[in-house]
Each structure stands twice: as C-alpha cells, then as structure tokens.
C-alpha cells in the first residue's frame, strides 16, 4: 500500500505561486497515475491535475494554465506547481493514485490572503 506525504503548503498572497510536494513510500509510483486534489472547508474533494506514468497530463477547468503537475519517478515524488494563486484556492491539497485512490495522506494547507 502506498503512503503519501504532502508538504509545502502555507500562506500566500492572491498572486502569488507556491510549489508542493508529494513524497510517496511503500511501493514505487514509476507505474502509476498520479494526481492532486485539494478539499475547501464545506466542499468535497476535488480533482486539480494529473500526470500518467508517461507523462500525459490532464487539468480541471478550474485551475487551467495556473497549475502544473510534475513527477520524478527516480525520487517516487510529485509535484505541484501552482502560479496566480486566487484567495479560492485556500484549501488542504492531497495527492493520490489518479485513477484509483487509495489512502490519503494529511494533505498540505494552502491559504490564499492577503
């Protein structure tokens, strides 16, 4: 079963950027299907980006042409790179196996404020 690790969230103002990581252990991702998600307080968790294990990506609507899914299979670790931040990205961001999600990890909090 594979474990992850979210870290790199924090405070940062509408505008700016910030780049999470995902630091998975337990089993190798080489093969998998990667993704981020996030959950808002009242929301459901959401689908952001993901990545297959040859590297084709897909992006919700809602984060297009500001957030980038990356991957380093060497290292078994994702990455999230977010530009133009908006005070409604504010929420605990998560990754998982794209298409099958196993357990999640604590996830990362990002607050969007000025």
């Known amino acids: 079963q594979v474990q992850f690790v979210e870290s790199g969230g924090g405070l940062v103002q509408p505008g700016g950027s910030l780049r999470l990581s995902c630091a998975a252990s337990?089993?190798?991702?080489?093969?998998?299907?990667m993704a981020w998600y996030r959950q808002a307080p009242g929301n459901q968790r959401e689908f952001l980006v993901g990545i297959t294990s040859g590297g084709r990506t897909g992006t919700a609507n809602s984060v297009q042409g500001r957030f980038t899914i990356s991957r380093d299979n060497a290292k078994n670790m994702v990455y999230l790179q977010m530009n133009r931040l908006k005070p409604e990205d504010t929420a605990i961001y998560y990754c998982n196996n794209w298409l099958s999600q196993g357990d999640w990890g604590q996830g990362t909090q990002v607050t969007v404020s000025s």
């Open positions: 337990g089993s190798s991702i080489r093969s998998y299907s």
